[in-house]
């Protein structure tokens, strides 16, 4: 629990490079994801990423980095936090 605490105490960055690359920090789970969209809960609410041929290149629990690489076209914010966990936390229950 303090690994999550701590993850929220960190600074949200994303970078975007060239539309093709992008990493974000502070990224506590991944919610859902497919070629066209990522759904990633972050430190400031859900973070969707729409595009095409999109995939997750990495993602560290530990320090909250996901790279995500294809054709990103569009990012975008809710303040809306499904409480039900993610995709990756009912794969390891």
Do not use: P, Q, W
């Not at 105490?9 to 990493?23: G, M, P």
């Amino acid at each position: 629990m303090e690994d999550k605490k701590a993850l929220s105490e960190h600074n949200h960055n994303i970078v975007l490079e060239s539309r093709r690359r992008l990493t974000a920090s502070s990224v506590k789970e991944v919610e859902s994801f497919d070629e066209n969209n990522i759904i990633a809960i972050t430190s400031l609410g859900e973070l969707v990423i729409t595009g095409t041929g999109l995939h997750i290149n990495s993602f560290s629990t530990d320090n909250g980095d996901l790279i995500v690489e294809g054709e990103i076209t569009s990012l975008s914010y809710s303040d809306t936090v499904t409480a039900s966990g993610g995709f990756f936390s009912r794969i390891f229950r």
